[in-house]
T-cell receptor, first 116, second 118 residues
Framework: AQKITQTQPGMFVQEKEAVTLDCTYD???????LFWYKQPSSGEMIFLIY??????QNATEGRYSLNFQKARKSANLVISASQLGDSAMYFC?????????????FGGGTRVLVKP | EAGVAQSPRYKIIEKRQSVAFWCNPI?????LYWYQQILGQGPKLLIQ????????DSQLPKDRFSAERLKGVDSTLKIQPAKLEDSAVYLC????????????????FGSGTRLTVV
């Protein structure tokens, strides 16, 4: 079974608009962390935002916010006021606790293209 | 602080040849990871080290792939012999802690090695 599922292979978004990238996860571990990374065409993996499973509030980092719905096991990324430089692949990832070896598992990614 | 260093940046080899990749993690980072990222897919963990010990290598094709981290610092990943399906970007990452604690923000990734097998 997929641990991390990103159902949107690609999306277009108009510059200055907001976009929501979907991510659902599957784990039985009560202690886990959720990450979003951006990977531009140059290939580097850029950390965007982190949400811990015990965090009471949704994480925010500048124009990025994470809509964490624990009961639904979803961790959607919202990018507000999209910029041309936001065009990239976006990956959702989950790290489970010690019992699972603390490894980071990635979803298949969503490609975002921002239109001027 | 310096980032995660990887070399070479690009490599083209013929199938059945061997190849090695090198990674130098951030100083003090005990945990080191190798990921394989096939074009258009998310990264897949190949092997995870904690200091110089292997924590997880369940997805490493051990008949052809090997990895070591002898002194608990830098690491090498080797493929011998290479197959066409090994064409991918090989990402190395490191983290200070191998476990969740507080606001551990996880991993720092290198720029990757793009391998093309022809």
């Amino acid at each position: 079974a997929q641990k991390i599922t990103q159902t949107q292979p690609g999306m277009f978004v108009q510059e200055k608009e907001a976009v929501t990238l979907d991510c659902t996860y599957d784990t039985s571990d009560p202690s886990y962390g959720l990450f979003w990374y951006k990977q531009p065409s140059s290939g580097e993996m850029i950390f965007l935002i982190y949400q811990g499973s015990y965090d009471q509030q949704n994480a925010t980092e500048g124009r990025y916010s994470l809509n964490f719905q624990k009961a639904r096991k979803s961790a959607n990324l919202v990018i507000s006021a999209s910029q041309l430089g936001d065009s990239a692949m976006y990956f959702c990832a989950m790290r489970e606790g010690r019992a699972a070896g603390n490894k980071l598992t990635f979803g298949g990614g969503t490609r975002v293209l921002v239109k001027p | 602080e310096a980032g995660v260093a990887q070399s070479p940046r690009y490599k083209i080899i013929e199938k059945r040849q061997s190849v090695a990749f090198w990674c130098n993690p951030i100083s003090g980072h005990a945990t080191l990871y190798w990921y394989q990222q096939i074009l258009g897919q998310g990264p897949k963990l190949l092997i995870q080290f904690q200091n110089n010990g292997v924590v997880d290598d369940s997805q490493l094709p051990k008949d052809r792939f090997s990895a070591e981290r002898l002194k608990g610092v830098d690491s090498t990943l080797k493929i011998q012999p290479a197959k066409l399906e090994d064409s991918a970007v090989y990402l190395c990452a490191s983290s200070f802690r191998g476990y969740l604690k507080g606001h551990d923000y996880g991993y720092t990734f290198g720029s990757g090695t793009r391998l093309t097998v022809v």
